[in-house]
Nanobody, 114 residues
Framework: VQLQASGGGLVQPGGSLRLSCAASGRIFSDTFMAWYRRAPGKQRELVTSISGSGNTVFVDSVKGRFTISRDKAKNNLYLQMNSLKPEDTAVYFC?????????WGQGTEVTVSS
């Protein structure tokens, strides 16, 4: 399983970004997938996850602003981030849980600053 995250960059507060995670290998339509982030000087935290059935979970700080989705045909995972705040600045990672194993992408950096 390989995960390739992309879409990060520099954006002004209030702006939007869409992160993508291209998955290859033994990824299935019902694979549990998630986005994590690690802000400078902080521990990695779960941002949002999506189950095979489409159930989603969001950390409180991004509720109403971020949306997770997946394209099962392409094995892609997305994170639409709106109304970005400086505190959203972090390296974002995608993760997949496959048969009890965790697979991580390399991370894509998001900087929210004016």
């Amino acid at each position: 399983v390989q995960l390739q995250a992309s879409g990060g960059g520099l954006v002004q507060p209030g702006g939007s970004l869409r992160l993508s995670c291209a998955a290859s290998g033994r990824i299935f339509s019902d694979t549990f997938m998630a986005w994590y982030r690690r802000a400078p000087g902080k521990q990695r935290e779960l941002v949002t996850s999506i189950s095979g059935s489409g159930n989603t979970v969001f950390v409180d700080s991004v509720k109403g602003r971020f949306t997770i989705s997946r394209d099962k045909a392409k094995n892609n995972l997305y994170l639409q981030m709106n109304s970005l705040k400086p505190e959203d600045t972090a390296v974002y990672f995608c993760k997949a849980d496959v048969f009890g194993n965790e697979y991580w992408g390399q991370g894509t950096e998001v900087t929210v600053s004016s």
